[in-house]
């Protein structure tokens, strides 16, 4: 009887916090963004984008390379979504092309596809973190993938970070990136 009404309880309290008229309905980040990024171990060098297309989704496309003859070009849809006037979760779908000379090592490269889901907290004013993991999928190669980050926004159009990418294509990598807000 305990589970129940303690069930009862939980739904009833998760119905009027949804129908909360101060409710957010608007992201809490911007994604409207493009960036620049070095990575270490192994050195590669990156850029990528994002572009709003509705209150809740965007567009997004990267590419990072060690210039030795490889690639990890990415593009895909993602949303978007607060969870409380601090956080937003997110997800993303994007076909990713990958050439290098481990596992895809093809004259255009494999090309599959990632999953993921994430989610970015504001600490305070300038400081914001998150993580996302995800599942990438390419020529039969499968992979949980994840990564970490903190940024630090100097202004409201800059900003710098370290992130942390967990076995993705090019391994275990700590990046030094900046994001450029338009």
Same mark, same amino acid.
């Given at each position: 009887?305990?589970?129940?009404?303690?069930?009862?309880?939980?739904?009833?309290?998760?119905?009027?916090? @949804?129908? @909360?008229?101060?409710?957010?309905?608007?992201?809490?980040?911007?994604?409207?963004?493009?960036?620049?990024?070095?990575?270490?171990?192994?050195?590669?060098?990156?850029?990528?984008?994002?572009?709003?297309?509705?209150?809740?989704?965007?567009?997004?496309?990267?590419?990072?390379?060690?210039?030795?003859?490889?690639?990890?070009?990415?593009?895909?849809?993602?949303?978007?979504?607060?969870?409380?006037?601090?956080?937003?979760?997110?997800?993303?779908?994007?076909?990713?092309?990958?050439?290098?000379?481990?596992?895809?090592?093809?004259?255009?490269?494999?090309?599959?596809?990632?999953?993921?889901?994430?989610?970015?907290?504001?600490?305070?004013?300038?400081?914001?973190?998150?993580?996302?993991?995800?599942?990438?999928?390419?020529?039969?190669?499968?992979?949980?993938?994840?990564?970490?980050?903190?940024?630090?926004?100097?202004?409201?159009?800059?900003?710098?970070?370290?992130?942390?990418?967990?076995?993705?294509?090019?391994?275990?990598?700590?990046?030094?990136?900046?994001?450029?807000?338009?």
């Amino acid at each position: 009887m305990r589970k129940i009404l303690l069930a009862t309880g939980l739904i009833l309290a998760s119905i009027s916090t @949804a129908q @909360a008229e101060n409710a957010p309905s608007m992201s809490n980040f911007s994604y409207d963004y493009a960036e620049a990024r070095i990575g270490v171990g192994p050195l590669t060098y990156g850029a990528g984008f994002s572009k709003s297309i509705h209150p809740n989704a965007h567009i997004l496309g990267s590419l990072d390379t060690e210039f030795d003859s490889d690639w990890d070009a990415a593009f895909g849809v993602g949303f978007h979504a607060p969870v409380n006037n601090w956080a937003d979760v997110t997800g993303e779908l994007k076909a990713r092309n990958v050439k290098n000379k481990d596992e895809f090592d093809s004259s255009g490269g494999k090309t599959g596809i990632e999953v993921n889901l994430g989610v970015r907290q504001w600490l305070g004013p300038q400081l914001e973190v998150g993580g996302q993991i995800g599942h990438l999928n390419i020529d039969d190669h499968d992979k949980t993938i994840g990564s970490v980050y903190g940024r630090f926004h100097a202004t409201e159009l800059f900003s710098i970070g370290v992130a942390g990418r967990f076995n993705d294509v090019y391994g275990d990598q700590v990046l030094v990136t900046t994001r450029f807000k338009y």
